[in-house]
């Protein structure tokens, strides 16, 4: 298994960019597949973006699609959040998650989580 820590968050004003960063402490990321998820506050964690382990494959949500993208950098293993043109309705607390074989848009995909980052967009 792989332990996870996000990092990157903060505030952002509403229309600007901001870039989470996903690492792991074994340094063995570069195996995994990565799924990006948030919890707005008072709402259930929503699915983000996604990317196979060796970014063969990525996809997002419609909320996001043509403003967020998933990258990663396995050299140093590590995976990216790339967020643009940010909005209000983005601010909530941001996951990554990894599973060796797992894949999808549902948190079950995906076996090891991080404890994520607040991420929150101002007017």
């Known amino acids: 298994q792989v332990q996870l820590v996000e990092s990157g968050g903060g505030l952002v004003q509403a229309g600007g960019s901001l870039l989470l960063s996903c690492a792991d402490s074994?340094?063995?990321?570069?195996?995994?597949?990565v799924g990006w998820f948030r919890q707005p506050p008072g709402k259930d964690r929503e699915f983000v973006a996604a990317?196979?382990?060796?970014?063969?494959?990525?996809f997002s949500a419609d909320s996001v699609k043509g403003r967020f993208t998933a990258s990663r950098d396995n050299d140093k293993n590590t995976v990216y959040l790339q967020m643009n043109n940010r909005k209000s309705e983005d601010t909530a607390i941001y996951y990554c998650?990894?599973?060796?074989?797992?894949?999808?848009?549902?948190?079950?995909?995906?076996?090891?989580w991080g404890q994520g980052t607040q991420v929150t967009v101002s007017s």
């Open positions: 998650a990894a599973d060796r074989t797992g894949w999808g848009d549902r948190e079950t995909n995906f076996g090891s």
């Open positions: 074994a340094r063995t990321l570069r195996n995994y597949n």
């Open positions: 990317i196979n382990w060796n970014a063969r494959s990525t």
